[in-house]
């Protein structure tokens, strides 16, 4: 990227620089808010010293001691927040060339925070969980519900999933679209991707959420999800969209691709009914969709004792776990995830 009036130079203000760079890749405003709170504090942090340390010179001991004066100040999730942030910008810097190396990997490998549960969090065991589900009738509901609590992905990541993400061995009632070449050979799959932002066109349709993964993934589908799934496409609106959602409206915006908002309300709405929400409640309180994500985390990860397939799953790895997983699909994560994914229906 070339530098102009408006945009930072990479090596004067590489934070600014950052920032500049999310927001063209879509992140929202309040998501650059965000990393500019995280990263001028540590900015600030670098500079309280004897000797001002450039953010670019920063050592991996620098990084540890700037993780360390944050605990006893914030929460453990919070310093785990700061830390994936910190961890982000010095990743991208150094992929573009503008910093050697990322002193934060060191750091994040140790604290390894990224799919900790979190102590103070609301803990619902499987039966629990089942009987809510049960609570969950209507198919389209059922099929957000049980996808999300199956797969762990994120809510704007489900609510950019397209017919063609979707491979079952026993397709059923579905639109005519092909699945996606990635999918070929690897039924009951669904497929993951890490390319669709905010305002870009994916698939002939412009997107209204993100997808935060770092890579791609393919991940099993189970057969209760599965006849889920196919319970859900035999009554799933026709769509004007080109792209094909999997998941699209049966209410005022009949047709319409699901949005973050309606999945927030779906899953507000029933864990109100259930008891597991009300107004005022905190994140260790009350059941949202991201709650979904920490349940499929902590009881894939204890049922498993294998926190590298959950990372897998989750989206959480780098490219050179998520080669050696698919280069071993067939006997690695399918094997772990079908032999330990709870029962809910």
């Keep these: 990227m070339s530098s102009d009036a408006t ?9 600014g620089y950052f920032l500049d760079d999310i927001t063209y890749h879509g992140k929202s405003d309040r998501t650059r808010s965000f990393y500019e709170r995280v990263l001028r504090d540590f900015e600030s942090f670098l500079s309280e010293g004897g000797r001002p340390i450039p953010v670019a010179e920063a050592s991996h001991r620098d990084c540890m001691a700037y993780v360390h004066g944050l605990r006893g100040e914030q929460s453990e999730s919070t310093v785990a927040t ?4 910190l961890h982000r910008f010095y990743a991208y ?6 910093f050697d190396s990322n ?6 490998e140790e604290m390894d925070e990224s799919i900790n549960t979190d102590p103070t969090r609301r803990e619902i065991g499987i039966p629990a969980m089942r009987a809510f589900v049960a609570g969950v009738t209507h198919p389209l509901e059922r099929a957000v519900v049980v996808t999300l609590l199956k797969t762990g992905m994120r809510v704007g990541e489900l609510c950019n999933l397209d017919v063609r993400d979707l491979n079952l061995a026993d397709a059923g009632p579905r639109p005519d679209v092909p699945v996606r070449a990635s999918l070929d050979g690897r039924a009951d799959s669904l497929y993951v991707s890490a390319a669709p ?8 349709e412009e ?11 393919t991940v099993p589908v189970d057969d209760e999800l599965a006849a ?3 319970r859900w496409l035999a009554i799933r609106p026709d769509t004007q969209s080109p792209a094909e959602p999997l998941f699209v409206s049966t209410s005022g915006d009949w047709g319409q691709r699901l949005t973050p908002d309606m999945v927030h309300h779906v899953v507000e709405t029933h864990a109100r009914r259930h008891g597991w929400y009300r107004d005022g409640g905190g994140a260790e309180e009350n059941v949202t969709p991201h709650y979904f994500r920490h349940f499929f985390t902590t009881h894939l990860r204890d049922r498993t004792g294998d926190r590298g397939v959950v990372k897998y799953l989750r989206g959480d790895v780098a490219q050179d776990v998520i080669d050696t997983y698919t280069h071993e699909w067939g006997d690695r994560v399918r094997d772990v995830y079908t032999a330990n994914i709870y029962s809910l229906l």
């Design 207 to 217: 997107r209204t959420a993100s997808n935060k993964r770092k890579r791609d993934t």
């Design 228 to 230: 889920v799934l196919r």
């Design 93 to 98: 810097m150094t992929q573009v060339g503008t």
């Design 103 to 108: 002193p934060m990997t060191l750091v994040m």
């Design 7 to 15: 945009t930072p130079d990479a090596s004067e203000d590489p934070v």
């Design 82 to 85: 700061y830390a994936s942030y």
């Design 197 to 204: 932002a905010r305002t870009s066109v994916v698939n002939g």
